[in-house]
């Protein structure tokens, strides 16, 4: 975001306190840089995680946030059972991720939105949009293959599941109107109204 846009005051965002900044987006990390950062602190503390690199990376990306979380789900997992299964690392991983996918979602305008779950469905003209470009310099979309994907294989399937809501099945069929054959008392003349069958109107006795 832009660094008026964070002021608290419109006097404030209008003051040329702002012309001594420059800009500096951060995207996502090189791949070395990455590689160097799941690598290096694991293997000082004793449980190395370059080995499985590119489990990490499919649930991390290039970004550097995810990519920690995926590590600290894949050191749990290697302290528990001493292997990485995929889906028990994907499953530790989301248990964090979730949350802050969730709060990426809703930073996204609908035009993003609808570009991300066109690319988690496999639309591979999708990035021909103009909403790709600013996605792929935050890291979020990348080009494989001449290709575009997501960051994550766990953010595809959660884009997936926000792009196609499940279809509310048939409700229990609405039983038929039937009163049963009692007398009911009406407090205002002491008259009593017998009821039977279906009730149609016609068969209302005093």
Known sequence: RDLQSLCHSQQIRESPFFNIFAEVRVGPMPDDEI????????????VPLAPHEPAIRRLGGNLPFFVQIACAAA????????????AALEDAFLEEATSHFQYLWETFGDAERALVCAVAAGDHGADDRP????????????????????FSTAFARFAARQGSPPAAGPGPPTPPLTLSPETLPLPASGTQLGLSGDFNGDNIAD
């Open 35 to 46: 590689a160097e950062l799941l690598g290096a602190p694991s293997a000082a503390s004793g």
């Open 75 to 86: 050191t749990d997992c290697l302290g528990e059972s001493g292997t990485l299964d995929p």
């Open 131 to 150: 909403e790709a470009r600013p996605l792929e310099l935050q890291g979020y979309l990348l080009r494989r293959q001449g290709r575009p994907q997501l």
